[in-house]
């Protein structure tokens, strides 16, 4: 091992210095954002900074090292969890700090900056972020006892930086805490200035440089390939030729020359809110080359021409070509299937990436009149389990890895828990990830920048993946205090703990509508050029349907024990309404002028009142959705849809019907009536424009309609005589 390299401290940028107990004490000064660091708060101690640099000339090496040749590092919190107020962002969520809680899910991390103090510009707070990224810490800023080592700082090499993912003919599997190979033995092992320990054929890497407190050391396993395969299998089989003969295949399918075009509606239209492969990877800055394609895998790159089809008509070439239809795609996401099977054996990240996209594709034929079948569930979980193999649950930034895979992992993480969180909703099953098992941060501005551009953002992908990952937080709150086994038996009979417990919810979700910057926000003005305008962010409609069927589910709850409450009080005459018929539902209902009603105080009214106001909202909730769909313009539905939102159009069908067969009053009915009729309308007259999302909840519609709902339902009397009512009319 050669130790001739630099064995100096590093320079720490001064708005990073330790504090002033850090300093005395010579153990490392972890900062997740402001004062006090992790050891004085943990301690109960004052966090200072009054004593003064000392000067120290700095030990020059003797080699020329490229400043990008050590490993970066940046110390997260691991005990961090989102408090309910963490979702308070504000307009540019990245100029603010967000809170956090340690520990106490309802304290806000100390320091926190108040709403009407001055705040540091997002180029500041970003040279802060990465200032310890650029500047890593050498081995001799750590006391022994925090490296767990027993050689000595000059023995212990500055560590390298090294990407675990394109690492030719080998695999990097996470050593979990509880594995075979404990990870507070392994990192006693002697490591090369990669962090790498042979043995055999296999390779130990310590990515994470030295432990510090509050971190737990972080290893993988690398394995050559050829002994992961399964002898006398095909994939044990597979050699560079049979990888050339696919990408062949592929360009057969698509020219490389379109492939491109592909590519650019890629990166237009899906990227932003599926921010899953790395720019500063392959190379792509002002446009895409033929070059670039080369450098994606052939099931990656499969998956990506797969997703980019349905937005073929913005391009002028491939709009033409009668090609680029639906039998094109079901072929490619076949190929992709295929090919991630083989490369699930040797998996790398590009596999996951794969994945991601498979799921997002929206069924075609039959499919789209039926909700997701067994296998989507299975392969989500499969999904989920390869990105914890390949250890996308632990912060990177600490890591020896190029800064593009560090975003790149980060990403990947959050899109992975947006899909679990929203199909463990939407589908009622337990989710595959728990907040115990992971310490990623929230995402920042500086994980959407490129290496080439890194003083730029981008700024159509930052906030719209940004807010999806928020709201996917928001779910994991919702669906473990209303939908999980334990909190339905516990509160679904009960109306008082059930509209104390969605009360912060409630909030959570006003407080992420609040922070939405102006590029997300609908501007719902003249209707006469609606036809030819554009959303400011491609997405913002897909992005503002999830957040209202979250208010949904949140009023879905509240209503589960009312089915068993005494009818409430009338607060008005229980007669026919006026001739307005349903005019009440085409208001100003839009929830941009935050028309959502407030949950009741349960302590300042009687309990029938409650139960009156809540009913009052959850239709007037309702109504806010129908209103919403009714006015998306076509080129809404041209931009990129999450496909388990045609689960949610299937889930408001579902809601309305309820409004209706548990309205328990005949004035309540007959509103209920005159939305459910106004949104089956609806639906028949946009699902044209995005039949895939749609045709789940006509369906819905139509199958109790054929039926009868006095027929399917047992229904209160006031009820039945409103439907009898509807049919001789």
Not at 94 to 119: C, I, K, L, T
Not at 414 to 434: N, Q
Not at 554 to 578: E, F, G, H, K, M
Not at 652 to 663: H, K, P
Request: charge should be negative.
């Amino acid at each position: 091992m050669d130790h001739s390299g630099p064995t100096g401290r590093a320079y720490r940028s001064k708005i990073k210095r330790p504090c002033d107990r850090c300093r005395l004490r010579k153990t490392a000064c972890v900062l997740p954002e402001g004062p006090p660091c992790r050891s004085c708060f943990t301690n109960n101690k004052e966090c200072t900074f009054k004593l003064r640099p000392r000067l120290k000339t700095r030990r020059m090496s003797t080699e020329n090292q490229a400043p990008h040749a050590t490993a970066s590092y940046e110390v997260p919190n691991p005990t961090l969890q989102l408090s309910p107020d963490s979702t308070r962002l504000h307009h540019d969520p990245f100029d603010q700090d967000r809170g956090y809680s340690y520990n106490d899910p309802v304290q806000m991390w100390p320091g926190q900056h108040a709403q009407n103090e001055p705040q540091p510009d997002l180029m500041t707070r970003h040279t802060s972020m990465e200032s310890m990224d650029d500047h890593p810490i050498s081995p001799d800023q750590e006391s022994p006892q925090q490296i767990g080592a027993i050689t000595s700082p000059a023995s212990q090499p500055v560590q390298r930086i090294r990407s675990l993912d394109l690492i030719e003919g080998s695999i990097a599997q996470f050593y979990g805490m509880s594995s075979e190979s404990d990870p507070w033995l392994l990192r006693h092992c002697r490591y090369d200035e990669y962090g790498m320990r042979s043995l055999h054929r296999t390779h130990i890497r310590n990515v994470g440089g030295v432990p510090v407190e509050g971190l737990v050391p972080v290893h993988f396993l690398e394995t050559e390939k050829e002994l992961m395969l399964p002898k006398g299998s095909d994939m044990d089989n597979r050699s560079q030729k049979d990888v050339m003969q696919d990408r062949n295949q592929l360009n057969d399918m698509v020219s490389p020359e379109h492939g491109k075009r592909l590519l650019s509606l890629f990166l237009r239209f899906v990227f932003p809110a599926v921010p899953i492969i790395s720019r500063s990877q392959l190379g792509i800055t002002s446009g895409v080359s033929t070059a670039v394609l080369e450098k994606i895998p052939v099931h990656l790159l499969a998956a990506i021409y797969a997703s980019a089809i349905p937005f073929a008509v913005h391009d002028s070439v491939l709009c033409v070509s009668a090609a680029y239809g639906e039998l094109l795609s079901e072929k490619l996401w076949h190929t992709v299937y295929e090919l991630i099977l083989q490369e699930t054996h040797t998996p790398k990240l590009a596999v996951l990436q794969a994945s991601l996209l498979y799921l997002q594709q929206i069924p075609a034929g039959s499919l789209k009149a039926l909700p997701d079948g067994p296998f989507i569930w299975s392969f989500l979980g499969s999904t989920v389990a390869l990105a914890v193999s390949l250890g996308l649950h632990v912060e990177p930034r600490p890591w020896g890895i190029p800064p593009w895979e560090k975003r790149l992992r980060r990403r990947l993480w959050w899109a992975v828990y947006v899909e679990d969180k929203w199909r463990s909703l939407l589908t009622g099953r337990p989710s595959f990830i728990h907040p115990d098992e992971f310490d990623i941060f929230d995402l920042s501005a500086g994980d959407f920048i490129q290496d080439e551009k890194a003083d730029e953002h981008d700024h159509n992908c930052q906030p719209l993946f940004y807010y999806t990952t928020g709201l996917a937080r928001i779910i994991e709150n919702l669906h473990r205090t209303f939908y999980t086994i334990k909190a339905s038996q516990r509160v679904s009979d009960d109306f008082r703990a059930s509209i104390d417990a969605a009360r912060p919810i409630r909030a959570q979700l006003q407080q992420w509508y609040l922070s939405l910057p102006d590029t997300l926000r609908l501007k719902r003005g003249s209707v006469s050029n609606s036809h030819i305008a554009s959303d400011p962010i491609e997405g913002a409609s897909d992005l503002h349907f999830s957040y209202l069927v979250l208010e949904m589910f949140l009023y879905r709850a509240i209503l589960r024990p009312l089915a068993q409450s005494p009818p409430p009080p009338p607060i008005s005459d229980d007669t026919d309404p006026t001739p307005m018929g349903a005019f009440w539902l085409v208001e100003d209902l839009t929830f941009d002028t935050h028309g959502f009603d407030q949950l009741p105080a349960m302590n300042s009214m009687q309990l029938g009142e409650a139960e009156e106001a809540t009913l009052k909202a959850a239709e007037k909730c309702a109504a806010i959705i129908v209103n919403f769909v009714g006015a998306l313009a076509p080129h809404e539905f041209g931009s990129f849809w999450h496909p388990w939102n045609r689960i949610c159009f299937a889930a408001v069908s579902n809601f309305v019907t309820l409004l209706l067969v548990q309205a328990p009053t005949r004035q309540h009915a007959l509103r209920s009536r005159d939305l459910l009729e106004l949104w089956s309308h609806t639906l028949r007259c946009q699902h044209w424009s995005h039949e895939g999302l749609m045709k789940l909840g006509l369906v819905r519609l139509n199958q109790m309609q054929i039926e009868g709902l006095e027929n399917i339902f047992n229904l209160p009397a006031h009820v039945s005589e409103i439907l009898r009512d509807t049919q001789q009319d």
